[in-house]
C-alpha cells in the first residue's frame, strides 16, 4: 500500500547492557528464576489478597463439583434390553411419517408405506429401536411421553413453533423427561439463506430454553423424491444409535407394555350371540422398565385397570443378532418387525404360529394352489429350528378358537383414516411469544403448506410388492439357515406323526404364486441347497398328506382355515418344562446343539431339585393339594342336620393357634456329648476355616510385617517366610506334582491378598461417601445380573417375574368391547404395570400450580382432567393454602402466579410423582392448565373454609350471647 | 378400579393374612373362623390385634359378621403417631408387636406404641427377646436411627406376667421410605452370649439360680456368657407372679439367635424349677444355635417379609431350617405380592460341626416404597 511508506519507524527498544537496571536482570537471570509455574516465579501476585472472596471461590468451586453429582442408583437394565422407544411427535403434515421411513430404510433397507403402529427394527449389533408415530391428539401425547425413551421433535422451521410442540415439552416435563432431540424440517422453503440461517438460530435458541442449553437440533435441509436427503437421514441414525438415556424415575419403578400385537381371543359363539360382551384380548409387546409379576394389575391408558389373567413370554420376533465378532451387520440380520402396518411375517404365539399376509395379496394368490408346500414347509421348519423350546414340543392343528388376525382389526382402522384428511382438518396452531413476533410473521408469510407427499401414493403399489418380496426373502433365508445346518430328515415314525399334524400345510392355498419370487431370490444366491430342500419338502408333503387322514379330528378346522384365506395356525402343545418331556428329541434331530443344551438346562435343573429335597415343592407346591382336600362332602341328615365330624387335620391347621414359635426337635438331646460337638465350631472357641485360622492369619501377618530392623541395634530380623519352610519340605514331597499347583495357587492368593491390602490402605484414602455409595450399587447391580443369570427362563420369570426385555403376551379377559372395536393402530396402546396399592383409591394431597400460559385460572370443584402415573382421568379438585398454624384454607381459585394445594380423590400414586391437569382435550389454546406433584396420600383431608353465618340473638346472659343461625 | 381381595379360611395366621394386606393394599376375607368350635368366631385376643390394627390405619373398613366367623378387611393407610392399646391378656404382648414390627416402618408418622399387658407368656416371643433380636434383624434393612427401641420400662409399671398381666411396653419406630436388600450369607461365629433372667412378685434368689443353671450348660462353649438378672418389685411387678430367661447370642458378623423359656402361669400347669428352666431354656439355645443362620427361627418372617418389600434387588438370607409359620408366610407373600422365593438348601459338609442344614433364601424385591409417608 502507499501509506506503508509514508508510516514513520519507530525508535526500536534499545537494551540496557550497563546501569542497575542491567545489573539487576542479569542477576535474575543467572540466579536462574527458571520456573515455569507463574504462581511460583510471582508469588505476590498470586497472594491471598482475600480469605472472604477466597472462601467464596472454595465454596464455589465445590458448589459446582456437588452439583454434578446424581444420587447413584443401582443399574438395573438387562442384559438385552428392550427396543428404545422413539416417538415421533409434531404437528401434521410436519413429516413425521417420512422421518420414520426413511429412519426404517435407512437402517434395514426396507420400505415401509404405512406407518402404522409401533415398528421395531434392529438398528446395530446391540441396539434395537422401536419407532411410534403420535398423532396429534394430546392424549397420544400424554401416552407416548410415559413410554418414550428418545422423542424427536419435529418442527416444521418454515412455520416456526406450533403449540403441540410446546404442550409435548410440557407433557414431557411432568413426567420426567425423556432425551429430546429436535429436528427442523421443510427448511427448502426458505430461498433466502439468511432468513434461513436466521430462522435456524431463533429456532435454535427457543428450543434450548425449553429443552436445555446445547441439546441437539438436527436440520433436515429438503426433501429428494419425497424423502428426507441420505445423508442427513444417515447422520441422524448414527445420533440415534450412539444416543445413552437417563434412568426415569416413573418408568424404572414399573412394568410397562408399548402393545405391537392385539388378537381378540373371545369365543366366536359368544361374539355371535352378544356382540357387547366383554372380550378376552391377549397384547404383545416387549416388556420395559422392571419386572412385571403374572398376575399383577395393570392399567391400559383410556381404557382401564385390569388383572391379567396369564402372561408368557414368547421367542423374540426381532431379535439381536449373535455375539459374533463383525463389524456391521449383514442383510438378514436387519429385522423389521411391525404386525399392525403388516410386516413381520411368521409371527409365534404361545400356542400357534401365524403368517399374516396383506388381504388382497391372498386374492390373487388363491387361484393358483399348486407350488404352496414348498415355501410352507420351509416356513415350518424355520419356526421348529428357531426355538428350543418349540422344538420340544408337539405340533398339532389349532382347534377352534381362531383369534382375530391383527390385520383384520386394523382394516377398520384403516378406514377411519381415510375419512380423516389431514389437508382439509388440520388446524394449524401457531405459537406466538411476544418478543420474536415480527420475525415469525416474516416466516409464516413465506411458509406454505402446499409441501405434500402425493409421491407417496404412487409408489405404494409397488412399494407393498417390495414389501412381500422382502418378506419371502427373509423367511426364505432362515430356512436355508434351518437346512443348511440339519441332516437330510432321517425317517422317524414319530417325526412323520408330527409333520402329519402340520397337514394344514398341503391346504393352504395362501403362497400359491409367491413362486417366481421364490425364484428371483433363488437364483443369485445358492443352487445346491435348493435342489435339496426342494427334494426334503415335497417328500414332507407326501407324507402329510398320507397322515392327514389319521388326523381326520381336525379336518373340521382346515375349511376354517381356508376361509379365513392368510391365516395358518399351527398349535404347539407347550409343557411348562419343555425339556422336561421325553420326547424331546424327536424334533431336534435338526439342530443338533440346540439338543445338546436342553439335556445340560434338564440335568442342571434335575440337579437343583435333588439338592432341594422338596424344600421349594414343601412350600409353593403343596398349595394346590391342600386346595383339593377341602371339598369335603357334607352328609345331610333329613335335609336339616348336617354331621359335625371331627375336624380333619388340614382344618385343624386352619383353625390352630397363631404363633410363630418354632418348636424344637425332639429328637435332640443336648445332654450327650455328641450333640454337643455337633455345634462347637458355631463359637469362636471352635475350629475355624482354614482361611480364617487364626494360625493362619498369624502367619500371612509374619510373612507380610515379618521383617523389620530395629533402628536402635541396628538388627535385622527376618520374618519367617513361607516359601523356606515351603523349600524345606519340597525336597520331601517333590514327588508329587499337584502340589506346585497348590503352592501356586497359595502364592497367587498371598499376592491377591496383599493387593487387597495395599488397595485399602492407599485407594480407599480419600474415598468419599459418594464413591462409596456407587461401588455398594455397583456390587449390587453384578450380584442382580449374576443371580439368575444360569436359570432357564421359566424357572427364572417365576422368581424374578418377567425381565425387561422379553417379548410377552399379556392376556386380558373382561376388556370392554369398545376397546376391540374402536381399535385404531394409530394411537398407542399401553399396558401399564402398577404397584403394591397403586389399584386403590383415596384421597391426594398435590402441590399445584396453574400453568402460566394458560390463560384462565382455575375453579375449585370444575372438574379437571389429570394425567398421574399411567393415569388419565377426571376428577374433582379441592384448591387451598396452607397458613401459617398448619391448616388447610379452601381456595375458590388457584393463585395467578403461585403454588398451591389441590386435594383430589382419586388413584393412589407414591409421592413425588409429577402430574398435569387439563381442561378439555381440545381446544385451539395451550391446554395445559396445570402442573404439580402428589405430596401426601391419606384416607381423609382436612380441609377448612371461612364461614359467614347471619343471625340474631336469642338469649344474652352477663358477656355471653347465643346466637341463632338462620341456615341458607 | 377393581382391587381383587383375596379369600382365606380359618383363623391361623390372621396376623400374616391383616398385615400383608395392610401392606399390599389388597383386600382380604377370611372364612370359616372356628366355625366348627364349640365357641365360634373371633376370640377377644384377635379382636383386640384387629382394633389395634385399627388404631394404627387410617380408613380402613373391617366387617365381622354377626357370628364372629368372617371377617373381610379392606386395608387403608398406615397412619402411626402415637398409639395406646390395652393388650388383651390371653396373648402377651409379643403377639401384637410382632405385627407392629412389620408394619412400623411404613407409617405416615412415627410410631410410637403403648401396649399393655402381658409382657411375658410361653407361647409368644416375649419383648426381651423381640427388643434384643427383632430390632438388630430390622437394622440390617436399614430401619434404624435415634428412637428405634423397644422398651420394657416406663414409670409404673413394666413387666406383667401370664395371666395377669400389667406390663408396659413402649415400642418406638421411625419412618422409612424405602428399605434397602441385604445379603446375610456369613452369619459368623458366636463370640458371645447375653441373657436377661427375670422374675416378679417371687423370691429374688429365682433369677440366681436360673443364671447359674443356665451357665453350667453354657461355659462348655464360651466363656463369655453374662446374664443379668432383672429383679421386679411393687408396682413395677405387675398383676401375677413368674420368672423366666431369655438368651441370645451374638455372632461376629452381628447376627443374633435367641432362646427363651418362662414359667408356666400361676394356676395352670405344673410350676417349674427355675434350675430345670435355666437348663431347658440354655439347651433351646443349643437347639437355636444348631439350627443356626443369619435370623433366628422366630423372626424369619420378618426378614423375609423385609426382603419382599425390598427395593428390586437380589437380597439374600440365609436361615436355619424354615419354620412352619415362616413357611403359610412364604405362601402369603406370593399372594399377596407374587413373590417367591429361591430356596436352596445347605448341607453341612462332612467334617464342619456347625450344626444342620441351613437354607438359603433368595428373592427380589417388589420395589416397595412406603406411600403414607409425606413428601414435604
Not at chain 1, 534499545?14 to 527458571?34: D, F, I, R, V, Y
Not at chain 1, 357387547?276 to 381404557?303: A, E, F, M
Not at chain 2, 411404613?106 to 407368656?121: E, H, I, W, Y
Not at chain 2, 461355659?219 to 453374662?226: A, E, G, M
Request: glycine share 8%; proline share 5%.
Amino acid at each position: 500500500l502507499e501509506m506503508d511508506g509514508k508510516v514513520k519507524k519507530q525508535k526500536p527498544h534499545q537494551q540496557k547492557h550497563s546501569g542497575p537496571k542491567a545489573e539487576k536482570k542479569k542477576l535474575k537471570k543467572q540466579n536462574g528464576s527458571t520456573e515455569e509455574d507463574e504462581r511460583k516465579r510471582n508469588p505476590k501476585a498470586f497472594a491471598v489478597q482475600s480469605a472472604v472472596r477466597m472462601a467464596k471461590t472454595f465454596h464455589r468451586a465445590q458448589d459446582i463439583k456437588t452439583k454434578k453429582h446424581h444420587v447413584p442408583v443401582v443399574d438395573r437394565t438387562p442384559l438385552e434390553p428392550p427396543p428404545i422407544v422413539i416417538v415421533v411427535v409434531g404437528p401434521p403434515k410436519v413429516g413425521k411419517s417420512t422421518l420414520i421411513r426413511c429412519l426404517i430404510k435407512n437402517f434395514t433397507r426396507q420400505k415401509l408405506t404405512d406407518i402404522c403402529g409401533p415398528v421395531t427394527i434392529v438398528s446395530g449389533k446391540k441396539r434395537r429401536l422401536t419407532f411410534m408415530e403420535c398423532n396429534n391428539d394430546i392424549n397420544s401425547m400424554i401416552d407416548l411421553a410415559k413410554v418414550a425413551d428418545l422423542v424427536l421433535m419435529l418442527i416444521d422451521a418454515s412455520f416456526g413453533f406450533e403449540m403441540e410442540t410446546f404442550e409435548f415439552l410440557n407433557i414431557c416435563q411432568v413426567h420426567g423427561f425423556p432425551r429430546i432431540m429436535g429436528v427442523l424440517t421443510h427448511l427448502d422453503a426458505f430461498k433466502n439463506n439468511k432468513t434461513l440461517r436466521k430462522t435456524k438460530k431463533n429456532l435454535k435458541h427457543r428450543f434450548w430454553t425449553e429443552v436445555y442449553q446445547g441439546a441437539k437440533l438436527f436440520y433436515l435441509s429438503g426433501m429428494v423424491y419425497g424423502e428426507y436427503q441420505n445423508q442427513e437421514v444417515k447422520n441422524l441414525g448414527r445420533f440415534i444409535s450412539v444416543m445413552k438415556f437417563r434412568p426415569l424415575v416413573w418408568q424404572t419403578s414399573h412394568p410397562y407394555v408399548l402393545a405391537d400385537r392385539i388378537e381378540d381371543l373371545t369365543d366366536p359363539e359368544r361374539l355371535r350371540t352378544d356382540p357387547k360382551c366383554d372380550r378376552t384380548v391377549s397384547l404383545y409387546g416387549y416388556l420395559r422398565g422392571t419386572h412385571l409379576k403374572n398376575k399383577g394389575q395393570v392399567h391400559i391408558p383410556g381404557v382401564g385397570d385390569f388383572q391379567m389373567s396369564d402372561v408368557n413370554f414368547l421367542p423374540d420376533p426381532c431379535p439381536l443378532p449373535g455375539t459374533q465378532k463383525k463389524r456391521a451387520l449383514n442383510e438378514k440380520e436387519r429385522l423389521l418387525y411391525a404386525p399392525m402396518a403388516g410386516v413381520g411375517g411368521v409371527v409365534y404365539d404361545k400356542d400357534a404360529v401365524y403368517i399374516d399376509l396383506p388381504a388382497n395379496h391372498v386374492k390373487q394368490l388363491q387361484e393358483e394352489v399348486r407350488p404352496t408346500t414348498e415355501l410352507v414347509q420351509s416356513l415350518i421348519e424355520t419356526h421348529v429350528t428357531l426355538d428350543a423350546k418349540m422344538a420340544a414340543s408337539k405340533v398339532s392343528l389349532f382347534s377352534g378358537s381362531a383369534g382375530l388376525d391383527p390385520t383384520d382389526i386394523m382394516q377398520e382402522g384403516l378406514r377411519e383414516i381415510h375419512v380423516w384428511d389431514p389437508h382439509t382438518q388440520t388446524q394449524r396452531r401457531k405459537v406466538v411469544f411476544t418478543g420474536d413476533e415480527e420475525e415469525e410473521n416474516d416466516v409464516s408469510g413465506s411458509s406454505s403448506d402446499e409441501d405434500d407427499d402425493g409421491s407417496d401414493s404412487d409408489q405404494e403399489n409397488q412399494e407393498e410388492d417390495d414389501d412381500l418380496s422382502t418378506f419371502l426373502k427373509e423367511a426364505r433365508a432362515k430356512s436355508e439357515k434351518a437346512t443348511r445346518g440339519s441332516t437330510p430328515p432321517v425317517k422317524k415314525p414319530k417325526l412323520e406323526e408330527m409333520k402329519g399334524e402340520k397337514e394344514v400345510v398341503t391346504e393352504a392355498p395362501a403362497f400359491a404364486d409367491s413362486e417366481d419370487e421364490l425364484e428371483k431370490s433363488e437364483a443369485d444366491s445358492e443352487g445346491e441347497g435348493e435342489a435339496e430342500r426342494a427334494g426334503d419338502s415335497g417328500h414332507c408333503s407326501k407324507e402329510s398328506e398320507e397322515d392327514s387322514e389319521e388326523e381326520e379330528e381336525d379336518g373340521d378346522d382346515e375349511s376354517m382355515e381356508e376361509e379365513i384365506g392368510f391365516m395358518f395356525n399351527f398349535m404347539l402343545k407347550n409343557k411348562l418344562f419343555s425339556f422336561l418331556i421325553p420326547r424331546c428329541d424327536l424334533s431336534v434331530g435338526t439342530l443338533k446343539w440346540k439338543e445338546g443344551l436342553q439335556q445340560k438346562a434338564s440335568a442342571a435343573f434335575l440337579r437343583h431339585q435333588e439338592a432341594a429335597p422338596n424344600l421349594r415343592k414343601l412350600v409353593y407346591g403343596s398349595v394346590v393339594e391342600a386346595e383339593d382336600s377341602e371339598e369335603e362332602e357334607e352328609e345331610e341328615l333329613g335335609g336339616l342336620f348336617r354331621v359335625n365330624r371331627p375336624q380333619k387335620s388340614k382344618r385343624v391347621q386352619a383353625n390352630a393357634l397363631d404363633c410363630s414359635h418354632f418348636n424344637p426337635d425332639i429328637s435332640h438331646n443336648w445332654d450327650l456329648e455328641e450333640m454337643l460337638n455337633s455345634i462347637r465350631d458355631c463359637f469362636v472357641t471352635g475350629q475355624w476355616e482354614e482361611g480364617q485360622d487364626a494360625a493362619t492369619l498369624l502367619k500371612e501377618d509374619e510373612e507380610l510385617y515379618g521383617d523389620f530392623e530395629d533402628l536402635e541395634t541396628g538388627k535385622v530380623h527376618k520374618g519367617v517366610t513361607g516359601d523356606e519352610s515351603d523349600e524345606a519340605d519340597d525336597e520331601d514331597q517333590q514327588v508329587k506334582m499337584d502340589d506346585e499347583e497348590v503352592q501356586k495357587n497359595k502364592r497367587l492368593e498371598k499376592k491377591r491378598r496383599l493387593k487387597e491390602r495395599f488397595d485399602t490402605e492407599y485407594d480407599d484414602g480419600d474415598a468419599t461417601y459418594f464413591d462409596d455409595l456407587k461401588e455398594e450399587m455397583q456390587k449390587q447391580a453384578e450380584l442382580n445380573r449374576a443371580e439368575f443369570e444360569d436359570m432357564d427362563d421359566e424357572s427364572r420369570v417365576q422368581y424374578e417375574g418377567f425381565r425387561p426385555g422379553m417379548y410377552v403376551r399379556l392376556e386380558i379377559s373382561s376388556l370392554p368391547c369398545e376397546f376391540v372395536t374402536n381399535f385404531d393402530p394409530h394411537y398407542p396402546i399401553i399396558i401399564g404395570g402398577l404397584g403394591t396399592s397403586e389399584g386403590n383409591v383415596g384421597y391426594l394431597q398435590m402441590r399445584l400450580k396453574k400453568h402460566r400460559w394458560y390463560e384462565r385460572i382455575l375453579k375449585t370443584r370444575d372438574p379437571l382432567i389429570l394425567s398421574l402415573g399411567w393415569r388419565r382421568f377426571q376428577t374433582i379438585p379441592l384448591y387451598h393454602i396452607e397458613d401459617h398454624n398448619g391448616r388447610h384454607r379452601l381456595l375458590k381459585y388457584t393463585p395467578q402466579h403461585m403454588h398451591c394445594g389441590a386435594s383430589i380423590w382419586g388413584p393412589i400414586t407414591p409421592q413425588g410423582t409429577g402430574f398435569l391437569a387439563v381442561q378439555s382435550v381440545s381446544g385451539a389454546n395451550f391446554r395445559i392448565a396445570a402442573t404439580g406433584v402428589v405430596l401426601d396420600l391419606d384416607k381423609s383431608v382436612t380441609i377448612v373454609k371461612k364461614l359467614k353465618l347471619i343471625g340474631y340473638p336469642y338469649k344474652i346472659f352477663q358477656n355471653t350471647c347465643f346466637i341463632k343461625v338462620h341456615y341458607i | 378400579m377393581a382391587s381383587h381381595g383375596l379369600t382365606y379360611e380359618g383363623c391361623n395366621f390372621l396376623r400374616q393374612r391383616l398385615v400383608l394386606s395392610t401392606l399390599s393394599g389388597k383386600r382380604v376375607k377370611i372364612k370359616n373362623i372356628r366355625s366348627k368350635d364349640d365357641e365360634p368366631g373371633l376370640r377377644d385376643f384377635e379382636a383386640s390385634f384387629i382394633r389395634l390394627l385399627d388404631k394404627v390405619t387410617n380408613g380402613s373398613t373391617i366387617e365381622i359378621n354377626q357370628t364372629g366367623t368372617v371377617l373381610v378387611y379392606q386395608p387403608g393407610l398406615l397412619y402411626g403417631g402415637t398409639v395406646e392399646h390395652d393388650c388383651n391378656p390371653q396373648r402377651s404382648v409379643g403377639y401384637y408387636l410382632e405385627a407392629l414390627l412389620m408394619l412400623g416402618p411404613f407409617m405416615k408418622s412415627p410410631l410410637k406404641a403403648t401396649l399393655r399387658g402381658v409382657t411375658n407368656d410361653l407361647t409368644d416371643p416375649t419383648v426381651d427377646l423381640l427388643k434384643s433380636t427383632a430390632l438388630p434383624v430390622m437394622k440390617k434393612f436399614g430401619i434404624d436411627g435415634e428412637g428405634f427401641d423397644i422398651k420394657v420400662r416406663t414409670s409404673w409399671y413394666s413387666r406383667g406376667m401370664a395371666p395377669g398381666g400389667g406390663g408396659e411396653v413402649v415400642f418406638t419406630c421411625p419412618v422409612r421410605k424405602t428399605v434397602r436388600p441385604v445379603q446375610l450369607t456369613d452369619p459368623g461365629k458366636i463370640k458371645r452370649i447375653r441373657g436377661v433372667a427375670y422374675s416378679v412378685r417371687v423370691s429374688p434368689q429365682m433369677g440366681n439360680r436360673i443364671v447359674e443353671s443356665a451357665r453350667g450348660i453354657l461355659n462348655q462353649f464360651l466363656p463369655d456368657i453374662y446374664i443379668y438378672t432383672d429383679h421386679m418389685k411393687g408396682a413395677n411387678s405387675g398383676k401375677s407372679p413368674g420368672f423366666g430367661l431369655t438368651l441370645v447370642a451374638e455372632t461376629l458378623n452381628g447376627c443374633f439367635l435367641s432362646a427363651e423359656m418362662s414359667s408356666t402361669p400361676q394356676g395352670q400347669g405344673d410350676p417349674i424349677l427355675p434350675e430345670d428352666l435355666g437348663r431347658n431354656c440354655a439347651k433351646l439355645l443349643l437347639e437355636e444355635i444348631y439350627r443356626g443362620g443369619c435370623v433366628d427361627s422366630s423372626n424369619q418372617s420378618l426378614a423375609l417379609l423385609l426382603m419382599t418389600l425390598g427395593q428390586q434387588d437380589v437380597s439374600k438370607v440365609l436361615l436355619g431350617p424354615l419354620s412352619p409359620y415362616t413357611i403359610e408366610f412364604l405362601r402369603h407373600i406370593r399372594d399377596f405380592f407374587q413373590i417367591m422365593f429361591k430356596i436352596e438348601v445347605q448341607k453341612p459338609l462332612e467334617d464342619e460341626r456347625k450344626g444342620g442344614d441351613k437354607v438359603l433364601m433368595t428373592c427380589v424385591g417388589v420395589g416397595y416404597s412406603n406411600i403414607s409417608k409425606t413428601l414435604k
